[in-house]
């Protein structure tokens, strides 16, 4: 299939624009049609049998990109985005990161997910009943528990990870423990996080200017 969409990639962008410059469009019309459903037919039926072998049961989803590789070059040119598009959904994306990512990004990514984990965005749930409030507190410490097992696996420890930021300067008094903005007051709630509650530094915390990131600078007020 990838060489296909090559071989389509260079008819649409160099042979057909040659042959209409030399010949004219009216002339070669057909020709050219006939041409693109030589590369667009045979590169239909390896999508479906490629689709068909790793989402056996999604036949709509199929008979549709069928169609659409088979009648749209454009289409077709990406049938590779088409098919895997759908292959990684059933997986976290942190084991996706621990596949393809560096190790320097993998330990940032898991980073920004174990603080979510920990510190969720308020509200926690989006209805009061009880029911769902139970399971959705039994998803997270589901959820939470076996990220943390696959970084201990990993070699990635979640007790450093959920370490607090370093102040920006010396009047930074508190941070927001999920998305770690700073702030001048002491105490209060981080608006974008739905109000989740401050962490006060500690007075070990040492103001270090060159760790933080750009977007952990101290509103002027809070």
Not at 34 to 56: D, N, Q, S, W
Request: aromatic share 10%; proline share 8%; with cysteine.
């Amino acid at each position: 299939m990838q060489l296909l969409t090559n071989v389509l990639f260079a008819y649409l962008f160099v042979t057909a624009p040659v042959v209409i410059w030399r010949w004219g469009f009216s002339g070669t019309w057909l020709w050219l049609v006939l041409g693109l459903l030589a590369c667009t037919l045979p590169t239909a039926i390896l999508f479906h049998r490629a689709h068909k072998h790793f989402v056996p049961l999604a036949e709509d989803d199929r008979f549709t990109g069928f169609l659409l590789v088979l009648l749209s070059p454009a289409t077709a040119v990406r049938a590779h985005d088409m098919l895997s598009r759908h292959l990684l959904e059933t997986f976290h994306p942190l084991t996706v990161a621990k596949v393809f990512c560096a190790e320097k990004v993998l330990a940032q990514f898991a980073r920004t997910v174990l603080r979510e984990l920990h510190y969720p965005a308020l509200p926690l749930c989006p209805t009061s009943e009880p029911e769902a409030q139970q399971t959705e507190r039994f998803w997270r410490s589901l959820v939470r528990a076996e990220v943390e097992s696959c970084l201990n696996r990993w070699h990635l420890k979640p007790a450093e990870l959920l370490q607090p930021p370093s102040p920006t300067d010396s009047t930074c008094l508190s941070y927001c423990p999920r998305c770690h903005a700073q702030f001048t007051s002491s105490s209060g709630e981080c608006s974008d996080c739905g109000g989740l509650a401050l962490q006060p530094f500690s007075s070990k915390s040492a103001p270090a200017r060159a760790l933080a990131r750009p977007d952990e600078n101290c509103p002027t007020s809070a």
